[in-house]
């Protein structure tokens, strides 16, 4: 058996039954010993009320771990985390007090966690989604992505990397000047 965390009924099925299924096609073994696998071995992945629940199945009443896996996420689909979807990517937005270097590295993440979202959808949402508020070099990077529209993630990230190495030079000849 793949070593997976056994299932209490407090996160996401959909998640439990993809590391579930991918442990156990991981092993080498052909399609019909997976799917028997998969019915037989379901159980052992179950703990608490998950493990009630399955206990409580009639004798016979699943014909496929496909079946199983529906049946099992219906009766858990409280746990199941909302979906996310690519528009969720407009609401990441900098605070007031995030540095622009946390913002970058924050929306990258976040957008990581998102499904497929249009590199023009990344670039356009992060610079409407900059903090007017925020540090100096922030309101350039908006000013550079607003004069010369950025379409791709890459265009402005390598804005950022290069405003950021402006403001670092500044910082430097600043202290090079007081000494």
Not at 2 to 22: E, N
Not at 94 to 122: C, I, S, Y
Not at 135 to 152: D, H, I, P, V, Y
């Amino acid at each position: 058996m793949p070593d997976i965390l056994k299932y209490a009924g407090t996160t996401d099925p959909r998640d439990h039954v993809t590391a579930f299924t991918t442990g156990v096609k991981g092993n080498d073994l052909t399609k019909q010993t997976i799917e028997s696998v998969l019915v037989k071995r379901c159980g052992e992945t179950r703990t608490k009320g998950a493990l009630t629940w399955y206990s409580l199945l009639p004798e016979n009443s699943i014909d496929s771990f496909a079946e199983l896996a529906d049946s099992f996420i219906k009766a858990h689909s409280g746990a199941q985390k909302v979906e996310k979807r690519m528009e969720d990517i407009l609401k990441i937005r900098q605070g007031d007090t995030e540095l622009l270097k946390e913002f970058v590295d924050r929306f990258q993440h976040e957008r990581m966690m998102l499904p497929r979202v249009l590199d023009n959808w990344a670039a356009m949402a992060f610079a409407s989604n900059l903090n007017k508020k925020s540090s100096k070099g922030t309101r350039r990077l908006k000013e550079s992505l607003r004069e010369f529209l950025a379409t791709t993630w890459n265009d402005v990230y390598n804005r950022y990397i290069t405003n950021l190495r402006i403001e670092e030079d500044t910082i430097i000849q600043s202290r090079n000047m007081k000494e």
